[in-house]
């Protein structure tokens, strides 16, 4: 199975069945994500499991003693979606040609584009030697389900050397994060930004300020069940207007509630005394992950405001170093979120479809490069 006489890879169906202690050793703590609470949440409330197509296929790697030392998060799935790297022209192709496409695997924490490690080593361990051993033992796994292919998404680039030198293709798109350079408030960071851009920010935060809206941001034990059932209204008519059916259901919530509070930043946005909107983050070490939002009457400027101004605003308190605010987006760039590349890594089993696949991947690396350029070009910072 993996290289080295002295490892042995097993296959885990349930989160459950790995020790959170070891979990975490291997995931760290800077990536809530990643964390065995997070993925024992979804999996208890039965969002990731064979019937939503996102069944737990997690790969282990132990030494001859016993230890967990590297896990790939690993899934079996049916389908495409909650996963926001979109391969669903590649399965239109490949069953065209006559293949079967799903179910496939996927490397992935679920329905989060985030960027973190999918492969997690334990700390103090020989990192290249299991990165080989997760990449290979995966494929190894992929041929001998017959599935069609494997993928890790949202992985961090420096991760994706010892994919690419393992036969995988390497895939790269973009996003918006906000940086923080050291700024003391938020009138700090607008003094950062043209005057144009300035202005715009000013008057869109006096715009939320004059229609009477009010905010609490809640953590912790702060967060009430009131607050989540909320939330998650707030949740599910965005979901139905996006995507038609929310991928989360209302157990979830609740469940993240019990585990992890504290890395947890709800802000519910209230007018008139009710709570009228929400988002939801997830607090790392040194950057806020901006995941969920919801309105449920039409507010002038509140989606710019509750997403993006109230994240820089405690971001910049909290002395974070980074904002992240999820998928797409170019109106984020106005408002301070430069383009950023995202990368994953492709192992297609089919060695024509590969190849093709290759051909097609290069093209689309020259155009998020040159995308990112003309992005990066147009950030609402002063020229120097």
Not at 138 to 160: D, R, V, Y
Not at 244 to 249: A, D, I, K, R, T
Request: a negative charge; one cysteine or more.
């Amino acid at each position: 199975m993996p290289d080295g006489a002295n490892l042995k890879a097993e296959i885990a169906g349930s989160i459950s069945q790995i020790p959170a202690s070891d979990w975490d050793a291997c995931a760290g703590s800077d990536n809530p994500f990643l964390s065995h609470a997070f993925f024992l949440a979804l999996e208890e409330t039965g969002c990731t499991t064979a019937d939503t197509g996102w069944q737990p296929y997690h790969l282990i790697i132990r030494k001859d003693c016993g230890m967990l030392v590297a896990i790939m998060p690993l899934f079996l799935k049916g389908h495409s979606y909650g996963e926001y790297v979109f391969d669903h022209g590649w399965a239109d192709a490949y069953e065209r040609a006559g293949g079967r496409y799903y179910p496939k695997l996927q490397s992935a924490v679920p329905f989060t584009p985030v960027t973190g490690p999918r492969l997690l080593v334990r700390a103090g361990e020989d990192r290249p030697a299991l990165e080989r051993a997760l990449l290979s033992t995966a494929k190894k796994i992929t041929s001998e389900l017959g599935t069609s292919s494997l993928h890790l998404t949202f992985m961090p680039e420096a991760q994706t050397g010892a994919a690419r030198d393992a036969g995988y293709l390497i895939r790269t798109d973009q996003q918006f994060h906000w940086h923080n350079r050291g700024y003391g408030s938020f009138e700090d960071f607008l003094s950062a930004l043209s005057s144009r851009k300035r202005k715009q920010i000013r008057k869109e935060r006096r715009r939320v300020q004059e229609q009477g809206i009010n905010f609490r941001l809640l953590t912790g034990t702060e967060i009430r069940e009131e607050d989540w059932d909320s939330f998650f209204e707030f949740y599910m008519d965005t979901g139905r207007r996006k995507w038609g059916s929310p991928y989360l259901n209302r157990a979830f919530f609740t469940r993240i509630g019990e585990l992890m509070a504290d890395r947890i930043l709800l802000l519910v946005c209230e007018h008139e005394g009710e709570a009228v909107a929400g988002t939801l983050s997830f607090i790392g070490t040194d950057t806020l992950y901006g995941r969920y939002w919801g309105c449920l009457e039409s507010f002038d400027s509140l989606h710019f405001e509750a997403c993006y101004y109230q994240a820089i605003d405690y971001a910049i308190a909290h002395n974070m170093a980074h904002v992240e605010a999820g998928a797409q987006g170019e109106h984020k760039l106005a408002r301070g979120y430069e383009p950023q590349k995202t990368y994953s890594a492709h192992w297609i089993e089919n060695e024509s479809f590969r190849d093709a696949v290759a051909r097609y991947l290069e093209h689309e690396r020259r155009e998020v490069d040159a995308h990112v350029d003309i992005l990066s070009d147009h950030t609402p910072f002063k020229r120097i």
